[in-house]
Nanobody, 122 residues
């Protein structure tokens, strides 16, 4: 059974930082591309960032470029999201996602985590 378990969410003030982690089990982690997807209240899920399975290519939404950094440790089956200079518009539930192929939208992965709440106050 595949599980993606996120951690590290919480509440911070604008300008602060958080680091999210997502640990995978039940799948060959090092062969999956990984992504972070978020969903704000009343909005659809939106792509935030992704990293290819070897970690050589990274993709970012324009809204987070220069502030967020994705990384992974295949030995620990874990993907990370370092979030700096947070603002209230970053408030959302952040989901970890695993995708076997690069084709198709990131918001339709093969597997989802349960999500972790990030709340940024002004």
């Amino acid at each position: 059974q595949v599980q993606l378990v996120e951690s590290g969410g919480g509440s911070v003030q604008a300008g602060g930082s958080l680091r999210l982690s997502c640990t995978a089990s039940g799948l060959a982690f090092s062969t999956y591309h990984m992504a972070w997807i978020r969903q704000a209240p009343g909005k659809e899920r939106e792509f935030v960032t992704a990293i290819t399975w070897p970690g050589t290519n990274k993709f970012y939404a324009d809204s987070v470029k220069g502030r967020f950094t994705i990384s992974r440790d295949n030995a620990k089956n874990t993907v990370y999201l370092q979030m700096n200079s947070l603002n209230p518009e970053d408030t959302a539930v952040y989901y970890c996602a695993a995708k076997r192929l690069l084709t198709g939208p990131w918001v339709r992965p093969d597997y989802w985590g349960q999500g972790t709440q990030v709340t940024v106050s002004s």
